[in-house]
């Protein structure tokens, strides 16, 4: 090992405790990498990895490839909602759910694994009506019981638990 060391550039160790240390960080940077996005997602504090995450994910792996009809998603930070929306945009919207964080609870639907799709359900704690939805631009008409993603098999599978992971991470931080 000492002779690795010596040539991937650590020519100026000479005692064994520092070997012993150079190692360890070697070891603890080889398991980092080596850990699934998954658990660095569920484990994770930074509300903007999670937020590009689910972003990204309603981006890629729903819907439609048009983007007028295609649900997207926004993160507010300020206020800690994330906002689901059909449209061009989270002001030009044909249709948009704006969520806080901190009332909701996540549900998935895995029963019908041999179909196209599975559930996830995002809802009031409690069944409390606190999604505000909002239609072709009129601010918050109503309030919504749930908001359901349809999670199609098509769409890789690792990037949806990914997704999950990452709503479920970001409520709970709320």
């Known amino acids: 090992m000492h002779s690795f060391l010596k040539a991937i550039g650590f020519s100026q160790i ?8 150079i190692i360890g960080i070697l070891c603890f ?13 569920e484990k ?17 792996c729903t819907d439609s490839n048009d983007l007028k009809v295609h649900t997207k998603a926004k993160y507010n930070l300020e206020n800690s909602t994330i906002t689901f929306y059909i449209g061009n945009s989270i002001s030009d919207y044909d249709q948009k759910w704006n969520i806080p964080l901190r009332d909701i609870e996540i549900e ?3 029963k019908n694994s041999k179909t196209l799709l599975r559930e996830l359900k995002i809802k009031g704690i409690d069944n409390k009506s606190v999604i505000k939805y909002s239609e072709n631009g009129i601010e918050e008409t109503e309030n919504s019981d749930y908001f359901v ?3 199609y098999n098509w769409c890789d599978k690792n990037e949806q638990n990914n997704f999950i992971a990452a709503l479920k991470r970001i409520t709970e931080l709320n």
Do not use: G, H, P, W
């Not at 000479?14 to 240390?21: F, Q, V, Y």
């Open 149 to 151: 993603i349809y999670l």
């Open 44 to 60: 994770s504090n930074d509300r903007l990895l999670l937020a590009k995450t689910i972003e990204n994910y309603m981006l890629n």
């Open 14 to 21: 000479s005692k064994r405790e520092e070997m012993k240390k």
């Open 29 to 41: 940077l080889l398991f980092q990498s080596c850990s699934s996005k998954k658990s660095i997602i």
């Open 108 to 110: 998935v639907d895995n």
